[in-house]
């Protein structure tokens, strides 16, 4: 939904609660979540406050996403959220003022908008792609499968003999043993 900044009110905006919470499960559609396939938000708060033009955004989001294993290419299905605090200032401006910058010193975390008004999918947009995770992985002591015969090695164990990788610290042996 595109806000003006102008028609904020001096209380602020409780972005869901006057649009309608029924839209939040569609909020991120069209965003790239990758390296997750599909990615929705379950629940989300969004309060929209201005502060001479600077607009702060506060609020929270809850995720769930879908991916694959990075390892055992397991489907992966992860929940994920937090809560945010940003100051979106006008473009036109070079920095926050000095007021919000004192108000926020703590968790100052900084954006721009065009001077006007500002998209809210944008918002959670950034926040959610700023906590997707690198690695998709169903679980830390996930074993992967088996590089020979294929084998999820979570559900079963072959008795293939492993291949042996040199781990860094060898190659760096090497590398030194060649040079001397
Ligand atoms: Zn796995
Ligand atoms: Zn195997």
Redesign the pocket.
Known sequence: MYIRVSEIPGGGINVFASRGRASIPRVLEGMDPSPLRECRLVDAELLLTVEDRDVVAEGSFEAVGEGV??????P?TLRFGKAFHTILTPKDRDRVSAASVELHEDDLDVGYYDGTGLETNDILWEQVALDLPVNV???EA?S?LCPVCGKNR?REACSCTPVETPGPFEILKNLKGKKE
């Open positions: 294993c990075d390892r055992c290419s397991e992966v992985v169903c679980s996930c992967g979570n």
